[in-house]
């Protein structure tokens, strides 16, 4: 992803729309760790909550699979669970972390089909991301989005453009002075001249975001 990455900014700076927020915000962060498993438990558990409440109940829900010695271990410390500790997990046990019914049944169902290969995650990275979108949305509660943000923070794909996230959304409209929010074609068309760096512009435009909402 370095030398990616590299291409993309420099591509990027050639564009009068996005040199000025490399300027700004420096080179992006698109690192979220390389276990495919964790990774996808953890973009189920931040879906529809907030970034703060979903980190307290990702720490608890590994917090379940630690060893009990009466020593809470360090958050740095603690080892994620394995598919099978998880398939091996009391429902009710996942709810008391902060889970609700219908997350703790997804993240379930993700363990089953990783365990019993229904999800051939040691292939992952040789597929094409069109064919891993159609791979991973078998699970239930992993769409599109879900595997975009995969794709991006833990395969590291350069070129993925997430058109159903509100905050790229949001971010087109402002960088492109757009009256309305722009659908999936509209954005697409304007991605054009960048669209092989769209991993790296994406950031950028969460951060457009970002902003119009602190100005709130």
């Known amino acids: 992803m370095k030398n990616d990455l590299s291409d993309s900014l420099r591509a990027l700076r050639r564009d009068k729309r996005f040199a000025p927020l490399i300027k ?3 080179a992006p962060d698109l690192k979220r760790g390389k276990n495919p498993f964790s990774a996808l438990v953890r973009s189920i558990i931040h879906q529809q909550v907030s970034g703060a409440a ?3 109940i990702h720490t608890r829900f ?3 699979f630690q060893p009990t010695d009466n020593v809470r271990p360090r958050r740095s410390n ?3 669970p394995t598919p099978e500790m ?3 997990m009391p429902l009710g046990k996942m709810r008391g972390a902060g889970l609700s019914a219908q997350k703790a049944s997804y993240i379930k169902d993700l363990a089953e089909k990783f365990s ?6 040691r292939s992952l990275r040789r597929m094409e991301s069109s064919d891993i979108i159609e791979h991973l949305t078998q699970v239930k509660g992993i769409g599109v989005w879900t595997v975009h943000m ?5 395969l590291k794909r350069p070129d993925v453009l997430p058109t159903g996230d509100l905050g790229i959304r949001k971010g087109f409209q402002i960088l492109y002075r757009l ?3 722009p659908d999936h074609s509209q954005m697409e068309r304007l991605a054009v001249p960048w669209r092989a760096h769209a991993s790296t512009a994406s950031w950028y435009l969460w951060r457009v975001a970002d902003e119009a909402k602190q100005k709130v």
């Open 78 to 80: 603690m080892r994620f």
């Open 150 to 154: 995969f794709l991006i923070f833990t």
């Open 24 to 26: 700004k915000h420096g």
């Open 116 to 121: 019993d290969g229904t999800i051939r995650h």
């Open 86 to 88: 998880v398939r091996a």
């Open 62 to 64: 590994v917090g379940l």
């Open 54 to 56: 979903a980190e307290t």
């Open 179 to 181: 009256k309305t929010l």
